[in-house]
C-alpha cells in the first residue's frame, strides 16, 4: 500500500495538542481578517498563504516520533528531526498545490456561484498535491532504481 | 456586540476547527512525506474567503486568492528552506521552523513591493 491512513492516530493526540492547534489556526484567520481591513485585499491575500500552524505541526511531529523510538528503548532525537524534515519536504510539494487552488479561486470567482469555487478549488489542491507527491515518489524510484543499475 | 467583533469571533472558531481537521488529517496518513502535503493546506484560505465574498463581495476576494498565489510561492521558500536545514544540521523543528520563518515574510514583502 503507497498510501495509509491510521485512525487510531487520533487517539495519540492529546488535549493541549489540540488547543494550541484550534487557537493558532482561529487566530491566524483573524489576524489575516484584521490585516486585509488595514492594508488591503493585497497584503491580506499574502496572509491566506501564511504557515499558520507549520511550526506547531513540524515539533508535533518530531515529539511524537521521538515518543515512539522511547517506548522502544531509543533515543529518538535524530529521527524525530529526520521525520520532520520529511513531512517539512512534504509541505513544500503542498504549496505547489496552494497556489493551483489560489489560481483556481481567482480565475472563476468572478463569474461562478463561490460553492461552486469552492469545491473546485479544494478538487485542484487534492489533486495537484497527491500528483505531485505519486510524481515525486516515481522519481525518487527510478533515481534508486538507476544508481542500483549501475553499480 | 459590534458586526466586525461577531466576523472576528466567526473566523476564529471557523479557523479553528478547519486548521484542526487538517491537523488531524496529517495525523492519520502515513508516510510522514504524503501527511506533510496537509501542513500546506488551504486551511486559512477555507475559512476566511467565504466570509470575505460574504462582507466585501467576490472580486475582493478574487484579489485576495491571487495574492495568496504568491504567498504560496513565499511558503514554498520557507518549507523547502525548513527541510533542507532540518536534514542538514538537525536542529529541533520548533527552532528550525521559527528561525526560518522571516523567510516567509521577506520573499511575501518582495513580491508586495513587485505588483503595488
Not at chain 1, 484584521?34 to 508535533?60: D, E, N
Not at chain 1, 515518543?67 to 533515543?75: D, E, F
Not at chain 1, 478549488?121 to 522519481?139: E, N
Request: one cysteine or more.
Amino acid at each position: 500500500m503507497i498510501i495509509g491512513a491510521r485512525f487510531s492516530a487520533i487517539k495519540g493526540i492529546k488535549p493541549h495538542e489540540w488547543i494550541i492547534r484550534f487557537v493558532f489556526g482561529g487566530a491566524v484567520c483573524v489576524a489575516a481578517g484584521l490585516i486585509a481591513q488595514h492594508y488591503g485585499p493585497i497584503v491580506g491575500g499574502l496572509f491566506l498563504a501564511f504557515p499558520a500552524i507549520f511550526p506547531a505541526g513540524a515539533s508535533l511531529v518530531e515529539a511524537h516520533e521521538k515518543q515512539h523510538k522511547a517506548r522502544a528503548g531509543y533515543n529518538g532525537t535524530n529521527r524525530g528531526r529526520t521525520v520532520a524534515a520529511i513531512d517539512a519536504y512534504g509541505a513544500a510539494m503542498g504549496c505547489i498545490a496552494l497556489a493551483g487552488f489560489a489560481l483556481v479561486f481567482c480565475i472563476w470567482l468572478p463569474r461562478t456561484s463561490p460553492w461552486v469555487v469552492f469545491l473546485l478549488a479544494t478538487l485542484a489542491w487534492l489533486t495537484i498535491a497527491v500528483g505531485a507527491w505519486l510524481l515525486w515518489r516515481k522519481l525518487r524510484h527510478r533515481a534508486a532504481t538507476h544508481k542500483t543499475d549501475s553499480r | 456586540m459590534s458586526a466586525e467583533l461577531s466576523e472576528s469571533l466567526a473566523r476564529f472558531f471557523i479557523g479553528g476547527v478547519i486548521v484542526s481537521f487538517f491537523a488531524v488529517l496529517a495525523e492519520m496518513f502515513r508516510p510522514k512525506s504524503f501527511a506533510g502535503l496537509f501542513g500546506a493546506a488551504p486551511s486559512i484560505a477555507l475559512a476566511t474567503l467565504g466570509l470575505t465574498i460574504a462582507s466585501h463581495g467576490p472580486h475582493y476576494a478574487a484579489t485576495e486568492a491571487r495574492s495568496m498565489i504568491l504567498g504560496s510561492i513565499a511558503f514554498l521558500c520557507y518549507a523547502a528552506s525548513t527541510t533542507w536545514l532540518l536534514w542538514r544540521f538537525k536542529p529541533s523543528a520548533l527552532t528550525a521552523t521559527l528561525s526560518l520563518l522571516p523567510i516567509w515574510f521577506a520573499v511575501s514583502f518582495a513580491f508586495w513591493l513587485a505588483i503595488r
